[in-house]
């Protein structure tokens, strides 16, 4: 069973930029997601991008962020940008759909 494990979150002001990544523990060949979720609320998924690199935002985050994968290092990145507090939520890799065990995420808080 794959690994997934998210790194790159924090702290930052609205307006701001991170980038997050996500290693996977063995080559994968599907295509792959960012997916975020805040208390109370369902996860859902901000960003895909196939194995071609073909990418697909939600309108919420089309034009800030920015969906990437590394084939040969087995990594997905997200580079968000122009960040809002809504924004704000733990953020999860997976493939899309979401056939993989979950990893841990990484928390998100964008200050206003």
């Known amino acids: 069973q794959v690994q997934l494990v998210e790194s790159g979150g924090g702290l930052v002001q609205a307006g701001g930029s991170l980038r997050l990544s996500c290693a996977a523990s063995?080559?994968?060949?599907?295509?792959m997601g960012w997916y975020r979720q805040t208390p109370g609320k369902q996860r859902t998924m901000v960003a895909s991008?196939?194995?071609?690199?073909?990418?697909n935002y939600a309108d919420s985050v089309k034009g800030r962020f920015t969906i990437s994968r590394d084939n040969a290092k087995n990594m997905v990145f997200l580079q968000m940008n122009s960040l809002k507090p809504e924004d704000t939520a733990v953020y999860y890799c997976n493939a899309n759909p979401p056939l993989l065990s979950w990893g841990q995420g990484t928390q998100v808080f964008v200050s206003s």
């Open positions: 991008v196939a194995l071609s690199g073909t990418t």
């Open positions: 063995r080559s994968i060949f599907n295509p």
